[in-house]
Protein backbone atom coordinates (compact mmCIF):
# COMPACT_ATOMS: atom_id res chain seq x y z
CA UNK A 1 0.00 0.00 0.00
CA UNK A 2 1.83 2.92 -1.49
CA UNK A 3 -0.01 5.22 1.10
CA UNK A 4 1.00 3.96 4.23
CA UNK A 5 3.59 6.18 4.99
CA UNK A 6 1.74 9.32 4.63
CA UNK A 7 -1.04 7.34 6.81
CA UNK A 8 0.98 6.42 9.44
CA UNK A 9 2.69 10.09 9.33
CA UNK A 10 -0.58 12.04 9.99
CA UNK A 11 -1.33 9.25 12.80
CA UNK A 12 1.56 10.13 14.51
CA UNK A 13 0.82 13.98 14.40
CA UNK A 14 -2.38 13.84 15.41
CA UNK A 15 -1.45 11.27 18.70
CA UNK A 16 1.03 13.69 19.34
CA UNK A 17 -1.12 16.85 19.40
CA UNK A 18 -3.52 14.92 21.64
CA UNK A 19 -0.67 13.98 24.11
CA UNK A 20 0.39 17.50 23.96
CA UNK A 21 -2.77 18.69 24.92
CA UNK A 22 -2.95 16.25 27.92
CA UNK A 23 0.72 17.77 29.26
CA UNK A 24 -0.47 21.26 28.20
CA UNK A 25 0.26 22.31 32.05
CA UNK A 26 3.57 22.35 31.47
CA UNK A 27 5.28 25.32 33.19
CA UNK A 28 5.71 28.51 30.94
CA UNK A 29 9.53 28.74 31.26
CA UNK A 30 10.21 25.13 30.29
CA UNK A 31 7.74 24.85 27.34
CA UNK A 32 9.57 28.38 25.90
CA UNK A 33 12.91 26.64 26.41
CA UNK A 34 11.98 23.75 24.85
CA UNK A 35 10.79 25.86 22.19
CA UNK A 36 13.85 27.72 21.41
CA UNK A 37 15.23 24.27 21.64
CA UNK A 38 13.04 23.11 18.99
CA UNK A 39 13.80 26.36 17.07
CA UNK A 40 17.39 26.06 17.65
CA UNK A 41 17.09 22.05 16.29
CA UNK A 42 15.26 23.14 12.97
CA UNK A 43 17.80 25.73 12.20
CA UNK A 44 20.73 23.26 12.18
CA UNK A 45 18.45 20.75 10.32
CA UNK A 46 17.91 23.66 7.87
CA UNK A 47 21.37 24.72 7.66
CA UNK A 48 22.73 21.13 6.78
CA UNK A 49 20.22 21.18 4.23
CA UNK A 50 21.00 24.09 2.50
CA UNK A 51 24.77 23.53 1.62
CA UNK A 52 24.00 20.02 0.09
CA UNK A 53 23.59 21.99 -3.10
CA UNK A 54 25.69 21.44 -5.94
CA UNK A 55 24.78 24.71 -8.01
CA UNK A 56 23.85 27.13 -5.63
CA UNK A 57 22.51 29.86 -8.30
CA UNK A 58 19.87 27.41 -9.01
CA UNK A 59 18.49 27.69 -5.26
CA UNK A 60 18.96 31.77 -5.21
CA UNK A 61 16.90 31.76 -8.46
CA UNK A 62 14.17 29.45 -7.10
CA UNK A 63 13.81 31.32 -3.97
CA UNK A 64 14.03 34.37 -5.40
CA UNK A 65 11.22 33.94 -8.33
CA UNK A 66 9.19 31.73 -5.39
CA UNK A 67 8.84 34.49 -3.39
CA UNK A 68 7.75 36.71 -6.28
CA UNK A 69 5.16 34.07 -6.92
CA UNK A 70 4.53 33.21 -3.47
CA UNK A 71 3.80 37.28 -2.19
CA UNK A 72 1.91 37.65 -5.71
CA UNK A 73 -0.76 34.81 -4.53
CA UNK A 74 -0.41 35.79 -1.25
CA UNK A 75 -0.25 31.87 0.40
CA UNK A 76 0.83 33.13 3.18
CA UNK A 77 -2.28 35.16 3.76
CA UNK A 78 -4.33 32.22 2.55
CA UNK A 79 -3.00 29.47 5.10
CA UNK A 80 -3.56 31.80 7.62
CA UNK A 81 -7.62 32.94 5.80
CA UNK A 82 -7.65 28.48 6.27
CA UNK A 83 -6.54 28.51 10.11
CA UNK A 84 -8.49 31.59 11.19
CA UNK A 85 -11.94 29.66 9.42
CA UNK A 86 -11.00 26.86 11.01
CA UNK A 87 -10.26 28.97 14.72
CA UNK A 88 -14.08 30.28 14.19
CA UNK A 89 -16.11 26.80 13.29
CA UNK A 90 -13.93 25.00 16.29
CA UNK A 91 -13.11 27.67 19.11
CA UNK A 92 -10.00 27.85 20.69
CA UNK A 93 -8.92 25.48 23.29
CA UNK A 94 -6.65 26.44 25.79
CA UNK A 95 -3.43 28.16 24.96
CA UNK A 96 -2.60 29.40 21.29
CA UNK A 97 -4.41 29.79 18.77
CA UNK A 98 -5.81 26.90 15.75
CA UNK A 99 -4.67 29.44 12.90
CA UNK A 100 -0.81 29.88 14.47
CA UNK A 101 -0.49 26.21 15.46
CA UNK A 102 -2.10 25.15 12.01
CA UNK A 103 0.51 27.25 9.82
CA UNK A 104 3.16 26.84 11.96
CA UNK A 105 3.52 23.43 12.23
CA UNK A 106 2.06 23.04 8.50
CA UNK A 107 5.08 24.82 7.56
CA UNK A 108 7.73 22.23 9.72
CA UNK A 109 5.58 19.13 8.72
CA UNK A 110 5.39 19.76 4.83
CA UNK A 111 8.56 21.25 4.37
CA UNK A 112 11.74 19.46 3.68
CA UNK A 113 13.17 17.04 1.81
CA UNK A 114 11.86 13.24 4.17
CA UNK A 115 8.67 14.53 2.97
CA UNK A 116 9.20 14.06 -0.74
CA UNK A 117 12.09 11.63 -0.54
CA UNK A 118 9.85 9.52 1.29
CA UNK A 119 6.94 10.13 -0.56
CA UNK A 120 8.99 8.99 -4.00
CA UNK A 121 10.27 5.91 -1.92
CA UNK A 122 6.78 4.92 -0.84
CA UNK A 123 5.54 5.20 -4.41
CA UNK A 124 8.84 3.80 -6.37
CA UNK A 125 9.65 1.31 -4.11
CA UNK A 126 7.00 0.44 -1.99
CA UNK A 127 9.48 1.30 0.97
CA UNK A 128 8.35 3.81 3.94
CA UNK A 129 11.60 3.92 5.94
CA UNK A 130 11.64 7.22 5.36
CA UNK A 131 7.95 8.41 6.14
CA UNK A 132 7.99 5.75 9.30
CA UNK A 133 11.25 8.35 10.39
CA UNK A 134 9.67 10.99 9.66
CA UNK A 135 6.66 10.22 11.78
CA UNK A 136 8.44 9.88 14.96
CA UNK A 137 10.14 13.03 14.50
CA UNK A 138 6.72 14.79 13.43
CA UNK A 139 4.81 13.47 16.11
CA UNK A 140 6.97 14.50 18.94
CA UNK A 141 7.35 17.73 17.39
CA UNK A 142 3.50 17.82 17.46
CA UNK A 143 3.60 16.88 21.17
CA UNK A 144 5.78 19.67 21.80
CA UNK A 145 4.08 22.28 19.11
CA UNK A 146 0.52 21.46 21.02
CA UNK A 147 1.65 22.61 24.28
CA UNK A 148 2.37 25.66 23.26
CA UNK A 149 0.38 26.45 19.90
CA UNK A 150 -2.72 24.53 20.85
CA UNK A 151 -5.18 22.24 19.64
CA UNK A 152 -4.73 23.64 15.54
CA UNK A 153 -1.55 21.95 15.53
CA UNK A 154 -3.54 18.53 14.94
CA UNK A 155 -5.12 19.68 11.89
CA UNK A 156 -1.73 20.09 9.62
CA UNK A 157 -2.04 15.88 9.69
CA UNK A 158 -4.54 16.55 6.78
CA UNK A 159 -1.73 18.66 4.04
CA UNK A 160 0.67 16.53 5.64
CA UNK A 161 -1.06 13.09 4.18
CA UNK A 162 -2.33 14.92 1.08
CA UNK A 163 1.25 16.57 0.24
CA UNK A 164 3.03 13.39 0.88
CA UNK A 165 0.02 11.10 -0.79
CA UNK A 166 0.14 12.98 -4.08
CA UNK A 167 3.61 12.54 -4.22
CA UNK A 168 3.65 8.79 -3.89
CA UNK A 169 0.56 8.43 -6.25
CA UNK A 170 2.56 10.24 -8.78
CA UNK A 171 5.78 8.77 -7.78
CA UNK A 172 4.40 5.12 -8.91
CA UNK A 173 5.35 5.97 -12.40
CA UNK A 174 8.13 8.44 -12.52
CA UNK A 175 10.29 5.86 -13.44
CA UNK A 176 9.00 5.87 -16.64
CA UNK A 177 8.61 9.43 -17.09
CA UNK A 178 11.68 11.08 -15.64
CA UNK A 179 15.34 10.12 -16.14
CA UNK A 180 17.01 9.12 -13.18
CA UNK A 181 19.43 11.88 -13.51
CA UNK A 182 16.98 14.38 -13.98
CA UNK A 183 15.46 13.38 -10.58
CA UNK A 184 18.56 12.95 -8.28
CA UNK A 185 19.16 16.29 -9.54
CA UNK A 186 16.09 17.37 -8.74
CA UNK A 187 16.08 16.35 -4.87
CA UNK A 188 19.38 17.84 -4.52
CA UNK A 189 18.59 21.13 -5.05
CA UNK A 190 15.22 20.80 -3.89
CA UNK A 191 16.42 19.56 -0.32
CA UNK A 192 18.87 22.68 0.02
CA UNK A 193 16.38 25.36 -1.21
CA UNK A 194 13.57 23.48 1.49
CA UNK A 195 16.72 24.06 3.94
CA UNK A 196 16.65 27.07 3.75
CA UNK A 197 12.50 27.55 4.39
CA UNK A 198 12.98 25.19 7.31
CA UNK A 199 16.46 27.73 8.02
CA UNK A 200 14.10 30.69 8.62
CA UNK A 201 11.16 28.55 10.04
CA UNK A 202 13.62 27.70 12.92
CA UNK A 203 14.92 31.63 13.14
CA UNK A 204 10.68 32.25 13.17
CA UNK A 205 10.46 30.02 16.37
CA UNK A 206 12.73 31.69 18.03
CA UNK A 207 11.58 34.76 17.56
CA UNK A 208 14.35 36.48 15.50
CA UNK A 209 12.32 37.03 12.59
CA UNK A 210 8.96 36.81 10.93
CA UNK A 211 9.94 35.16 7.82
CA UNK A 212 6.71 34.92 5.82
CA UNK A 213 7.89 30.77 4.64
CA UNK A 214 4.84 30.32 2.87
CA UNK A 215 5.20 32.70 0.29
CA UNK A 216 8.66 30.68 -0.39
CA UNK A 217 6.93 27.47 -1.40
CA UNK A 218 6.46 27.92 -5.07
CA UNK A 219 10.37 27.97 -4.83
CA UNK A 220 9.95 24.10 -5.03
CA UNK A 221 8.10 24.16 -8.27
CA UNK A 222 10.90 26.48 -9.52
CA UNK A 223 13.73 24.65 -8.63
CA UNK A 224 12.24 21.68 -10.55
CA UNK A 225 11.48 24.08 -14.07
CA UNK A 226 15.04 25.54 -13.75
CA UNK A 227 16.64 21.29 -13.58
CA UNK A 228 14.35 20.35 -16.08
CA UNK A 229 15.92 23.10 -18.25
CA UNK A 230 19.42 22.90 -17.20
CA UNK A 231 19.39 18.83 -17.82
CA UNK A 232 17.81 19.67 -21.27
CA UNK A 233 20.61 22.15 -22.54
CA UNK A 234 22.94 20.00 -20.83
Keep these: MFLLGAAVNGICIIIGTFLGRLFHRIPENMKTTVMYAIGLCV ?13 FLIVILSLVFGAVIGEFLGLEDQLNKLGNWLEKKIGTSGQGSISQGFVTATLIFVIGAMAIIGGLDSGIRGDHSVLYTKSIIDGFTALILATTLGIGVIFSAIPVVLYEGLIALFAKGINNVIPEALLNSFITEMT ?20 RVANLLPGIIVTAIIVTILYMWG
Design 192 to 211: AAGGIMIFAIGLNLTGLTKV
Design 43 to 55: IVLGLQMGLKSDN
